[in-house]
């Protein structure tokens, strides 16, 4: 179920918001975005079951959920927001169908003993990823500001790029062994189309991960992904089309502790998709200001341990050791 505050900032982009059952209901060919917010239960397949008075069980086959969606994506050219919880049941369909745009979830727990804003170092503090091109697109605004608001991905999972897609190198750059620099974005084509994929967040140096019941993950990749979009471009009449796929392993990022205040930029992040996925600019194209510093309030674990050290150590000895020099001058004066 979407939340009341996601519900809220897609409303004041502009966007009228309606709930589906894509069980039953076919998707509005006026509609530009789904989103998918912590699914509990995977999505279905083609078959629907419906029982008559007398208890006999009849099957009709129809368009599963995911055909749907596809339709809508890859045929209408519509644009997708997917936040799953690393806590969910077992969400397979979803996940095979996520893996052909080169999401794969992988469903741990990110936990930053010095980058977050919790204590417990689950609210991780994400770092920007502008090299690659789609990321940059989507939060160059935020993240060219003089002072980067925080990003806070709490209770979250990373997401791997899938194998079917290949590191895009920029040939323009041959200082990679003369293969090209990596550009940071992956991609797949086939002859009728072309999928690519960068991460937007990544989590800093000094993550790690654990399986969601706290066991031990072997070969986790770090800095990992906490944020990816992907895009798929086909040309129609040479003429460009294009649908997204934003995906995020938390439901958490829409939460009201980071919507509700400046100090961070989650809820900038979800205004600049929306303002990229809508065929117009949405909102009105007024770029992220910063109207305030708040240093203080969006202060993570290492900031706060060091300006601990400071206050309670460095200081008090500094100003003893001044108050000595002045009580021996006087003394000897």
């Keep these: 179920e979407v939340s009341e505050t996601l519900i809220e900032t897609v409303s004041n982009a502009g966007y009228d918001v309606r709930y589906i059952d894509l069980m039953k209901e076919n998707i509005d060919p006026d509609a530009r975005l789904i989103i998918i917010n912590g699914p509990q239960y995977d999505f279905s397949g083609g078959y629907q079951f419906s029982e008559d008075e007398s208890g006999n069980t009849t099957v009709t086959a129809t368009t599963s959920e995911l055909e749907k969606i596809d339709k809508f994506l890859s045929q209408d050219y519509g644009s997708l927001m997917t936040f799953v919880d690393p806590y969910a049941n077992d969400l397979t369909n979803l996940e095979q169908y996520l893996y052909e745009w080169g999401v794969v979830f992988d469903n741990n727990i990110v936990k930053d003993e010095s980058q977050a804003v919790s204590i417990d170092g689950q609210s991780v503090v994400a770092e920007y990823c502008t090299d690659a091109t789609l990321a940059s697109n989507l939060i160059d605004e935020i993240a060219t500001l003089a002072t980067r608001p925080k990003t806070i991905f709490k209770n979250t999972s990373t997401i791997s790029i899938s194998p079917t897609f290949s590191e895009v190198r920029d040939t323009d750059d041959t200082s990679a062994n003369g293969m090209g ?44 992904n906490l944020m990816t979009i992907s895009r798929q471009t086909k040309i129609v009449n040479n003429e460009y089309f ?89 003394k000897y004066r």
């Design 181 to 224: 620099a990596p550009t940071g974005s992956f991609s797949s084509s086939t002859s009728s189309e072309v999928r690519d994929i960068s991460p937007v967040f990544k989590t800093s140096a000094s993550a790690t991960v654990t399986g969601t019941k706290g066991e031990a993950v072997e070969n986790a990749v770090i800095p990992g």
């Design 242 to 330: 294009y649908s997204y796929v934003l995906c995020a392993g938390t439901v958490c990022f829409d939460d009201l502790e980071w919507t509700a205040s400046n100090v961070y930029a989650n809820e900038d992040v979800i205004y600049a998709a929306l303002k990229q996925f809508g065929r117009e600019n949405v909102p009105s194209g007024i770029g992220f200001k910063e109207y305030a510093n708040y240093d203080i309030e969006d202060m993570t674990t290492s900031e706060a341990d060091s300006w601990t050290v400071l206050l309670v150590t460095v200081l008090p000895v500094a100003f003893s050791v001044v108050g000595a020099v002045i009580c021996i001058r006087r």
